[in-house]
């Protein structure tokens, strides 16, 4: 077998399914040609299965993977996010840089083997209990980007801006000041992280969170660190979110933004569910990203995203694993379709005029909107992308029998027993062979050591 090499019967491209396609990279892991309608050369290995791009997870908080289930069950008549907000505060207080290492090392495990190949994880926990610093600023992130590294994740790493609990610049709460940090802070830990070899971007955790001002020096800052640094906020996620910001700017947070920050293509605008018409056409003109996380979103009961709205004025979006009660690139996809139907009782409402095959059309769509937020070269199976990309068993009942155009409806739609994802690779290099990660017991040990130290 020829190094850096793989050849396909059939592969994913961005201009649609082609067949008899040769993959070469560089060691360095990014793909030097992509030739379709080509012959096997002799030494090179033959894919399993057919080969799709590997999907970009936009927005994570990798600790609420140890309270996934915790917060299913009703403390409150009037149960929302709010209230769910107040126990996963709770919980953050009690990680530490060993149980994060721990748990974000068994969830980019579960990623990976979903098909999820880099992760932008949006981090707030930078300082230890009651906000006493640690010696190290990047004690926290260090452990993540330990665990990112350790099982071949590719990691952007998102350090938020989080100075006040609320609009009109209140302080933060007790249960906050593990988060609190200023622009200074944040951009002195990109600079550190990134002498270590760590993609950064800066995340203002949300308008509620931040001031004009403090908002405009991180970005200046990370402008002058690196000016195609990924910028990443939550925004109109809550109603009440949004009716708190038209009182205190008289504007809904998008068109606030939109109204005084250049927002361009790097950006990820996280949830936005509760855009106007007006909102959504004017941030699809900015070709930013709408970051979606439809099974944190339906978990949390925040709304559902406009996307046939969004979609039909050429927005960009991609997908997220948020909160990780779920980690499936399928299950994101299907729920984001599912609920459209709903919304407009019609089905394969977010297929296209070029692409009628709907999980084609929503599989494509989140790995091209994925790939500018992500500050990564993740474009798809292209020339000077990285060779992110997975192997489907097409001998798996879900995909038995299909076309290749109707392989990613089988992936997204077909809900049937063990995942068809055979093979995985990063950045040309195979961390899942045969469904499973080299260290994947290990790390579910580790993990379930940290929940008995979390969950007392």
């Given at each position: 077998?020829?190094?850096?090499?793989?050849?396909?019967?059939?592969?994913?491209l961005?201009?649609?399914?082609r067949?008899?396609?040769?993959?070469?990279w560089?060691?360095?892991?990014s793909?030097l040609?992509?030739?379709?309608?080509?012959?096997?050369?002799?030494?090179?290995?033959?894919a399993?299965g057919p080969?799709?791009?590997?999907?970009?997870?936009?927005?994570?908080?990798?600790?609420?993977?140890?309270m996934?289930?915790?917060a299913?069950?009703?403390?409150?008549?009037?149960?929302?996010?709010?209230?769910?907000r107040?126990?996963?505060?709770?919980?953050?207080?009690?990680i530490?840089?060993e149980?994060?290492?721990a748990i974000?090392?068994?969830?980019y495990?579960?990623?990976?083997?979903?098909?999820?190949?880099?992760v932008c994880e949006?981090?707030?926990?930078?300082?230890?209990p009651?906000?006493?610093?640690?010696?190290?600023?990047a004690e926290?992130?260090a452990h993540?980007?330990?665990?990112?590294?350790?099982?071949?994740?590719?990691?952007?790493?998102?350090?938020v801006?989080?100075?006040?609990?609320g609009?009109g610049e209140r302080?933060?709460?007790?249960?906050?000041?593990r988060?609190?940090?200023d622009?200074?802070?944040?951009?002195?830990?990109?600079?550190?992280?990134m002498?270590?070899?760590?993609r950064?971007?800066?995340?203002?955790?949300s308008?509620?969170?931040?001031s004009?001002?403090?908002?405009?020096?991180?970005l200046?800052?990370?402008?002058g660190?690196?000016?195609?640094t990924?910028?990443?906020?939550?925004?109109?996620?809550?109603?009440?979110e949004v009716k708190?910001?038209?009182a205190?700017?008289?504007?809904?947070?998008?068109?606030?933004l939109?109204?005084?920050?250049?927002?361009d293509?790097?950006?990820?605008?996280v949830?936005?569910?509760?855009?106007s018409?007006t909102?959504?056409?004017?941030?699809?003109?900015?070709?930013?990203?709408a970051?979606?996380?439809?099974?944190t979103?339906?978990?949390?009961?925040d709304?559902?995203?406009?996307?046939e709205?969004?979609s039909?004025d050429?927005?960009r979006?991609?997908?997220?694993?948020?909160s990780?009660?779920?980690?499936s690139?399928?299950?994101?996809?299907r729920?984001?379709?599912?609920?459209?139907?709903?919304?407009?009782?019609?089905?394969?409402?977010?297929?296209?005029?070029?692409?009628?095959?709907?999980?084609?059309a929503?599989y494509?769509?989140?790995?091209?909107?994925?790939a500018?937020?992500?500050?990564?070269?993740?474009?798809?199976?292209?020339?000077?992308?990285?060779a992110?990309?997975?192997?489907?068993?097409?001998?798996?009942?879900?995909?038995a029998?299909?076309?290749?155009?109707?392989m990613?409806?089988?992936?997204?739609?077909?809900?049937?027993g063990p995942?068809?994802i055979r093979?995985?690779f990063v950045?040309?290099?195979?961390v899942?062979?045969?469904?499973r990660h080299?260290?994947?017991?290990e790390?579910?040990?580790?993990y379930?050591q940290a929940?008995?130290?979390?969950i007392?």
């Amino acid at each position: 077998m020829t190094d850096h090499a793989l050849y396909a019967a059939d592969a994913l491209l961005p201009e649609g399914w082609r067949r008899n396609v040769l993959l070469r990279w560089s060691a360095e892991g990014s793909l030097l040609a992509v030739d379709a309608e080509t012959k096997k050369p002799a030494n090179v290995d033959q894919a399993g299965g057919p080969v799709i791009p590997g999907m970009p997870n936009l927005h994570c908080h990798a600790f609420q993977r140890a309270m996934a289930g915790l917060a299913e069950f009703r403390g409150d008549s009037q149960d929302s996010f709010w209230t769910w907000r107040d126990l996963m505060y709770k919980f953050a207080a009690r990680i530490t840089p060993e149980t994060q290492y721990a748990i974000a090392r068994h969830l980019y495990i579960e990623m990976l083997k979903a098909g999820y190949t880099s992760v932008c994880e949006f981090h707030y926990i930078h300082h230890g209990p009651g906000g006493i610093p640690y010696d190290d600023p990047a004690e926290m992130a260090a452990h993540i980007a330990a665990a990112a590294r350790d099982v071949g994740i590719g990691l952007t790493f998102l350090p938020v801006l989080y100075q006040y609990s609320g609009f009109g610049e209140r302080p933060l709460r007790p249960d906050q000041l593990r988060f609190g940090s200023d622009p200074e802070w944040i951009l002195d830990l990109v600079v550190r992280l990134m002498k270590a070899g760590v993609r950064c971007g800066v995340a203002p955790h949300s308008l509620r969170a931040v001031s004009q001002d403090s908002l405009r020096s991180l970005l200046d800052g990370a402008d002058g660190i690196d000016p195609t640094t990924p910028v990443h906020i939550h925004i109109a996620e809550q109603v009440a979110e949004v009716k708190d910001c038209v009182a205190h700017t008289g504007a809904p947070p998008v068109d606030w933004l939109l109204d005084h920050f250049d927002v361009d293509d790097r950006w990820c605008l996280v949830h936005a569910t509760h855009m106007s018409p007006t909102e959504s056409s004017r941030l699809a003109q900015t070709e930013a990203t709408a970051g979606l996380c439809p099974t944190t979103e339906a978990n949390l009961g925040d709304g559902v995203f406009d996307a046939e709205g969004y979609s039909s004025d050429a927005g960009r979006w991609g997908i997220g694993s948020d909160s990780n009660i779920s980690v499936s690139v399928a299950e994101e996809l299907r729920l984001l379709e599912y609920a459209q139907r709903l919304r407009h009782r019609r089905r394969n409402v977010l297929a296209a005029s070029e692409t009628p095959e709907v999980g084609q059309a929503l599989y494509i769509a989140a790995v091209e909107g994925g790939a500018a937020p992500s500050g990564r070269s993740l474009g798809g199976l292209n020339v000077g992308q990285r060779a992110d990309f997975v192997i489907l068993d097409e001998s798996h009942p879900s995909l038995a029998m299909k076309a290749p155009s109707q392989m990613l409806s089988g992936f997204v739609f077909c809900n049937h027993g063990p995942s068809p994802i055979r093979d995985v690779f990063v950045g040309g290099q195979r961390v899942v062979s045969e469904q499973r990660h080299s260290a994947e017991r290990e790390a579910a040990e580790d993990y379930r050591q940290a929940l008995q130290s979390l969950i007392r």
